[in-house]
């Protein structure tokens, strides 16, 4: 009798694939043994046949790849939080589940957002590229030298609200900040879940905006953390920068294309904002040196680097092993998104 099929498309952190490959009298395991993204030639000569398909935020999950799969498919297990990759109509009318990580990244993200905020605040990126010039010995020091806003009575905009918004939150009280507003798909409405019991026990107000405009034009930083939809690309553009106040930051710790990114760099120019943190950014990795946005002092960019824990990416590997392996027997996941 034949094995039941696997495809896994990316070399996985050693404890996951100890646990794949404990599977192997089970399953004939097909895996791309590589840190590099797999070529997608390979991905779909090799996926004909599987019943389950282990991917990576870099791989395609579309009608392509599921028509060369076939009728066994039963499962896509997704080494990632967000699941834009993948067209979930595509897998809903054929019955196939979908499996992702999205509890495993909240701490790495939250803390991330914390430092980009601060790197943009404070001029981190500015201040460090004048010391890699050799620029310091000529900077003597002045009053105003390299000063920004401080954290401190600042107003904190979430645009998406979810865990990862409010574990955020629950980083930045410490800090002293005055107030927290979100803006979630439903404007105006208090958010359904409180994660970690920050609007139960609230020590400050935290209150959700009636709009995109009251969120630009009422904070000091623009935490944009919601999922990449239609209705979300561009959200932050040309009308929502000339609304934030000329001494407030955004940072971008979700998708890339949330924010425009010409309407950004056209904001940082003409001083409509004063900083930009970035985890993210349209047109990733694809970022070349002569790219305008860094060209811009005040914009630290950073390339994806989120979940990047040791801690973190073993759970996300784990986890998605734990996914595939679920799907293929029926049993409840780990995480799995409702399509």
């Known amino acids: 009798m034949a094995k039941t099929k696997v495809v896994v ?14 599977k192997k009298n089970d399953l004939e395991i ?19 046949g599987a019943t389950g398909i282990l991917v990576m935020l870099s791989d395609q999950v579309n009608e392509e790849l599921l028509e060369a799969a076939g009728d066994e498919l039963k499962v896509i297990a997704s080494f990632s939080v967000g699941t834009d990759h993948v067209e979930r ?52 020091w002045h009053p105003l030298l390299m000063t920004g806003p401080q954290i401190r009575g600042a107003t ?37 879940e409180d994660h970690f019991g920050l609007i ?29 939809t239609p209705s979300t690309k561009h959200l932050v553009g040309a009308d929502f920068f000339k609304k934030m106040k000329k001494l407030a930051v955004v940072v971008n710790i979700a998708r890339g294309p949330v924010i425009d990114t010409d309407a950004l760099v056209k904001a940082l120019d003409e ?10 950014i349209e047109n990733e990795p694809n970022i070349q040196a002569d790219h305008p946005i860094l060209k811009q002092p005040r914009c ?12 973190t990416r073993e759970q996300m590997a784990t986890e998605s092993v734990k996914n595939l392996l679920a799907g293929l027997t029926g049993k409840a996941m780990v995480n799995e998104l409702d399509l």
């Open 9 to 22: 498309t990316r070399q996985l952190i050693d404890e996951a694939q100890k646990i794949l490959d404990e």
């Open 30 to 48: 097909v895996q791309w043994n590589s840190e590099k993204p797999c070529d997608r030639s390979w991905l779909l000569e090799n996926a004909k």
């Open 89 to 140: 109509d595509a897998l809903k009318k054929r019955n196939i589940r979908l499996g992702y990580t999205p509890t495993c990244l909240t701490d790495a993200v939250a803390d991330l957002t914390i430092m980009l905020i601060l790197m943009a605040q404070r001029r981190g990126g500015e201040s460090m590229a004048m010391v890699n010039k050799g620029e310091w010995p000529q900077m003597p």
């Open 156 to 192: 904190v905009g979430f645009l998406g609200f979810g865990r990862i918004a409010q574990a955020s939150l629950q980083r930045l009280l410490p800090f002293g900040i005055k107030r927290a507003i979100y803006l979630t798909s439903k404007p105006g409405q208090p958010v359904k």
């Open 200 to 228: 139960k026990s609230a020590s400050i107000p935290i209150e959700p905006a009636k709009s995109a405009d009251e969120l630009a034009s009422e904070s000091d930083v623009v935490i944009v953390g919601c999922s990449l």
């Open 271 to 280: 001083g409509q904002i004063f900083g930009a943190g970035l985890d993210v």
């Open 300 to 311: 630290v960019l950073v390339p994806h680097i989120g979940s990047a824990t040791i801690e």
